[in-house]
């Protein structure tokens, strides 16, 4: 679908065929995990769960949009576009909405086309303030990654993992050399954007450096990204822990973060399937039974997925933004 600062974007236009054949994958994958799993056992551990601390955890979860939306709303002000942190909360967590139905983040689109349509900012500026978030946030999901792991592992870190980040890097690596290449030809790009490009590469280029033009900006949001790290670790910290299962610190952020990373991947909606196996995956080589490790998945993805699924719904048919 291409986007412009013209194109309204349409939530209804997102479900097509691809949108459905992804969660079809999806299903698949889900499926092949419980059949390996003895779900009996699973039934069983997951009886033990602890209420009072599983709520915690959704209120951890949730608390996490409006670190994101306090991230986004210091980006846009640096940018003179001043918006409620409650309203861009409510746009971020639309965004994650879109994202659990379509692959590929385009929630990412969608909540600028939301700010474009609340007060008319144009959907290239805000999309380079996205930019900017999504560097901070692979850069420093990729530092915790590495730091965890290599405490868990120490020097037998899996070799398919050590390549993992080592792809990631080289890909942050090539992203952040192509902004800075950017920044320094600029004049040079100008003169071979077609003309009527101009102003949306010059509203995405405003977006991507302007929202970030001082050190108080980079320090405040480079917090505010490690907190949401956290706290998606502190979900996942709390559902293992209401099942009464004891996980070590380091693994916590190692799974919960690489489950995150996951979440990108364009092939099903928020990593559906994937995550799940890999949670599952991960913790058996921390020596965590399958069938634990399928109780801890399943609940933290309720939290992560099913429950944003059905809650933005909701939002999304009541909202004045949509």
């Known amino acids: 679908m291409e986007m412009n600062d013209k194109t309204p974007m349409n939530f209804r236009t997102l479900l097509n ?9 999806s299903f698949l994958i889900l499926y092949l995990l419980i059949r390996n799993v003895d779900f009996n056992s699973v039934i069983v551990v997951s009886k033990n769960l602890n209420l009072p601390i599983y709520a915690l955890a959704i209120v951890v979860h949730y608390s996490s949009f409006y670190v994101r939306g ?10 003179n576009i001043p918006v409620s942190t409650s309203v861009l909360t409510e746009m971020v967590f639309l965004s994650w909405f879109v994202n659990s139905i379509v692959p590929a983040k385009i929630g990412d689109v969608y909540r600028s086309d939301l700010l474009k349509k609340y007060n008319s900012a144009p959907i290239s500026t805000s ?31 899996p070799g398919h993992i050590l390549q993992s980040l080592e792809i990631g890097y ?27 490009f101009t102003m949306i590469f010059e ?15 980079f320090v405040y949001v480079a917090i505010l990204t490690i907190i949401s790290w956290f706290l998606e670790s502190g979900r996942f910290l709390l559902v293992a822990t209401a099942l009464g299962i004891d996980l070590n610190l380091p693994t916590i952020i190692f799974v919960a973060l690489a ?9 099903t909606p928020a990593g559906l399937g994937a995550v799940e196996v890999s949670i599952v995956g991960i913790l058996a080589m921390m ?8 109780s801890i998945a399943l609940l933290d993805r309720l939290i992560s997925y099913w429950s944003v699924l059905v809650i933005g719904a909701v939002v999304y048919l009541i909202s004045d933004k949509t």
């Open 203 to 217: 509203n995405l280029h405003n977006g991507v450096y302007d929202s970030f033009s001082n050190l108080n900006t």
């Open 259 to 267: 489950a995150s990373l996951l979440t990108a991947i364009p092939l």
């Open 287 to 294: 020596g965590v039974d399958t069938a634990v490790g399928t």
């Open 17 to 25: 065929k691809k949108t459905i054949i992804s969660f079809i994958v």
């Open 70 to 79: 306090l991230r986004w709303k210091k980006l846009l002000n640096t940018l």
């Open 127 to 157: 999309i380079g303030t996205i930019v900017v978030e999504r560097v901070f946030d692979i850069t420093i999901l990729l530092v915790l990654l590495s730091v965890s792991g290599a405490i868990l592992f120490k020097d037998k870190m």
């Open 170 to 196: 080289i890909l942050l690596g090539f992203v952040i050399l192509g902004l800075i290449l950017l920044k320094i030809f600029k004049g040079h790009v100008i003169r071979i954007v077609p003309n009527r």
